[in-house]
């Protein structure tokens, strides 16, 4: 029956219910039931069969959650079969359905929809009181996902009309999380980019490299994103300042200028774009600036200076 189901063979499934009624309610070693395959999969004709039947009969126990508490519906959503999640969002629990989570990570079926751009089955939960405001056990909305699904490359056509109806619904996640603008500027999305913005998103966030969103939009040659980012306030990244490194052989100077290399180094050598200076002795290693140079930048210029008149072993 559960292989029947998997696979949509509504004949084969008919058959096997009216011999053994009973399988319906038995869930496989995650706790699967046939209702949850067929659902699963997007058999819409199966799973329609199935839960008629299993409601002539009065059972129970036939749609229940697998075993880390992922539901019909949250597997439906997050693979995107609008049909099948149509027919169960017309069930008597549904309100208290669409915000249920998930027993290990504290995902609704809004969060599997987002993450994956399912942009039909977001405008059906949404319609039926789903709350974007939800967080999983990593404290991400929908919102969050969805920018985070987007971002990693997920294929979809809906991205942006998602992205702004979840702003839309969730503004406190648009206007403080730090990396919603981030994708939208890579991407060139001016509608997303505008509506965060809207939100009170701050234009001027860093992420790890001490680039702004500004800066991404020009890097991959956003001109329109970039402009809305300038005409909102949007400042260019930080220009490269001064020396860092975590490698203990090598002392930076207090105002990060200076370097003094600790031990038996015979070369150095510049490499990476003029912002890594490699020191060998004997292993290599490396000094970042604190900053890339920004997109935009048409010229930058900086002086290195190599000396070998400091501490007694002449080191670089």
Known sequence: MHIAAYNGHLETVKVLAEKGPDILNQGDNHGRSPFFFACQNGHIETAKFLLGYSRERGDVGFDKAQNDGRTALSKAAGRGHAEVVKMLLEEPNATSAVNTPETENKRTPLHRAAYNGRGEVVDALLAAGSDARIPDSNGKTALALASEGWSKGKKSNDWESILIKLIGCDEETASKDADLLFPASIKGSASVVERLLDAKADPNRKDE???SPIDHARQYGHLEVATILSKRGAEVGSRPSKWVTEWDRIKV???????????????????????RLTLFADEDTSVLANHPIPAGIEKFYFEIEIRDDVGENKNP
């Open 253 to 275: 100077s207090e105002d990060g200028s200076g370097l003094e290399f600790i031990g038996d180094g015979k070369n150095t050598r510049l490499e990476g774009r003029n912002r």
């Open 209 to 211: 490299h001490s680039w």
